[in-house]
């Protein structure tokens, strides 16, 4: 139970930027409520990797044990819900939530994550996080050796080849349609032996999101254990822009080095703010925002 409904920070997110931001806030005294939803953008991922001292564990775990440890801070308070506004009241930001519970806190942090936005390809969002991969330091090693795929093109297509073949010699390029490599581009991949297949999918076959063979539209066939991909993605929580919050040309939040949006008092961390999506990197930015927003606060009061 909420016992007030004033707060120095509240936290919008609860995954692992929003309770390592939440932790240093709590040590430093300072009283905080996060703010959740349960629906972080890796739940889909089996296992996280290249964290120290969580390699191999799932992501829910690390999670759940982050938020058992940060809630020994008697300062800090946790409740699952969805905020559906914000407003800046003077010195104060007001939040109401999906529950119509209002809350009023002196600085905000938003750890709201990314939403992939997954392509109208039949097999493709089964697999993803699983099979279908985003990032070769979290996943690469454990599909290493084997029969891999890109989906991409042009210059996107060509630099994330060539980055996957440090982690298997049996790689192919899908371009889903006519190359737009350019002849340099091709002779180059072609050199490393990296296949190009130009053929358009028309569905992936797959087996509770573990990736057997890409099916093309003229009938044919390539099994592969995983392709690597990028997708386009928009802000998970858009409150931060209706509070006035600039976004990068790439569609982050524009922070500066101290976690600061553009809007005084508003601080974001986490995936979205940065296209470096890893569980240690989230942790990273949260601790940092922590304890930027802990000083501001002594600013403001001393």
């Known amino acids: 139970m909420i016992e007030t409904n004033h707060f120095d920070v509240i936290v919008i997110g609860g995954s692992y930027a929003g309770l390592s931001a939440s932790m240093a806030l709590g040590r430093s005294l300072r009283s905080v409520l996060i703010i959740d939803s349960g629906k972080p953008c890796n739940r889909t991922a089996p296992h996280s990797h290249n964290f120290i001292t969580q390699d191999g564990e799932t992501p829910a775990a690390i999670a759940q044990k982050?938020?058992?440890?940060?809630?020994?801070?008697?300062?800090?308070?946790?409740?699952?819900?969805t905020v559906q506004s914000a407003q800046k009241e003077g010195n104060l930001f007001r939040i109401k939530t999906?529950?119509?519970?209002?809350?009023?806190a002196t600085k905000l942090l938003f750890a709201t994550g990314?939403?992939?936005?997954?392509?109208?390809?039949?097999?493709?969002a089964d697999c993803w996080g699983i099979s279908i991969l985003h990032c070769p330091y979290c996943h690469g090693y454990e599909v290493n050796g084997t029969a891999l795929g890109i989906?991409?093109?042009?210059?996107?297509?060509?630099?994330?080849?060539?980055?996957?073949?440090?982690?298997?010699p049996h790689l192919t390029l899908f371009t889903n349609g006519p190359s737009t490599l350019s002849a340099e581009q091709?002779?180059?991949?072609?050199?490393?032996?990296i296949a190009i297949i130009e053929d358009e999918f028309d569905h992936l076959e797959q087996t509770d999101g573990k990736l057997e063979q890409v099916i093309f539209k003229n009938g044919s066939k390539q099994a592969v254990s995983?392709?690597?991909?990028r997708v386009p993605f928009q802000q998970h929580c858009t409150i931060p822009q209706e509070l006035g919050c600039e976004l990068t040309e790439n569609g982050y939040l524009k922070i500066d080095h101290f976690n600061q949006t553009?809007?005084?008092?508003?601080?974001?961390?986490?995936?979205?703010?940065?296209?470096?999506?890893?569980?240690?990197?989230?942790t990273a930015a949260g601790t940092k925002a922590g304890a930027s927003i802990n000083k501001e606060l002594i600013q403001d009061s001393f």
């Open 114 to 124: 990314i939403r992939d936005l997954m392509p109208d390809l039949p097999g493709f």
């Open 98 to 104: 999906e529950a119509n519970v209002e809350f009023t």
């Open 262 to 282: 553009t809007v005084a008092g508003v601080y974001a961390a986490g995936d979205n703010t940065s296209p470096m999506r890893a569980v240690s990197e989230a």
């Open 186 to 193: 091709t002779q180059k991949l072609l050199q490393h032996h």
């Open 151 to 168: 989906l991409g093109n042009g210059e996107m297509g060509f630099e994330f080849a060539k980055l996957i073949s440090q982690w298997t």
């Open 226 to 229: 995983a392709i690597f991909a």
């Open 66 to 81: 982050a938020k058992d440890q940060v809630l020994v801070y008697p300062s800090i308070q946790f409740v699952a819900d």
